[in-house]
Every structure is written in structure tokens, then in C-alpha cells.
């Protein structure tokens, strides 16, 4: 099994940023992929961003392009997002997800592709 967790959500202004770290531990070599995900009140869960565990390839939700980085250290099998110029829409329950499956970019934004999630840190944009 993958553990997966997050942090540094918070309450931060529109127009302000945030970074989100998710740390894995367990059997990290299992991993091909790791994704953000966001869930807003009365919401779907929906897809923010992924990349490829070994590196150079991502895929980003068009609402969130320009605006979110993803990035990930191997050697501390973290992920990061850092997250600019946020707005009140951006406001979520952000989740870390884990992908066993072979990386496709195209295929990245289905949740059902990651096996394990992490328990979610809230963000809130406040306008």
C-alpha cells in the first residue's frame, strides 16, 4: 500500500498563494503518477493536476493553467503544488492521489486511475 499525506492548506486572499505538499511512504516504487484533486461543498471531486512519478510529463486542468505548478522530489517522494493567484473559485478540499497504472497524460484527470488518496487539506480563497 501507498500512505499519502498532505498539507499547508490554509485561508489566503484572492490574488495570494499557497503551496500544497503531499509526502508518500509505503510502497512508493509501486507509483507511476501522482494527482491533485479538488472537491468544493456540493461538488464532484475534479482534477487539478498530475505528473509523471518519474518526471517530465504533466497534465493540467485548463482552470488552472498558468496559475498552478506541479512539481515532485523522488529522492523525498514528495509532490508539491504551489498555487498563484488564487481565486474564491479555487476554494476546495484539495486531495493527493497516488497512480499504479502507466503514465498517459490523456488519461490523467480519472480519478478512478489512482489507487490510494490522501485525507484532503482544506483551501480557502476569500474574495
Known amino acids: 500500500q501507498v500512505q499519502l499525506v498532505e498539507s499547508g492548506g490554509g485561508l489566503v486572499q484572492a490574488g495570494g498563494s499557497l503551496r500544497l505538499s503531499c509526502a508518500a511512504s509505503g510502497r512508493t516504487f509501486s507509483i507511476y503518477a501522482m494527482g491533485w484533486f479538488r472537491q468544493a461543498p456540493g461538488k464532484e471531486r475534479e482534477f487539478v493536476v498530475a505528473?509523471?512519478?518519474?518526471?517530465?510529463?504533466?497534465s493540467y486542468a485548463d482552470s488552472v493553467k498558468g496559475r498552478f505548478t506541479i512539481s515532485r522530489d523522488y529522492a523525498k517522494n514528495t509532490v508539491s503544488l504551489q498555487m498563484n493567484s488564487l481565486k474564491p473559485e479555487d476554494t476546495a478540499v484539495y486531495y493527493c492521489?497516488?497512480?499504479?497504472?502507466?503514465?498517459?497524460?490523456?488519461?490523467?484527470?480519472?480519478?478512478?486511475?489512482?489507487?490510494?488518496w490522501g485525507q484532503g487539506t482544506q483551501v480557502t480563497v476569500s474574495s
Open positions: 492521489a497516488s497512480g499504479q497504472t502507466a503514465w498517459n497524460p490523456s488519461l490523467a484527470w480519472n480519478p478512478s486511475l489512482y489507487a490510494y
Open positions: 505528473i509523471r512519478w518519474s518526471g517530465g510529463s504533466t
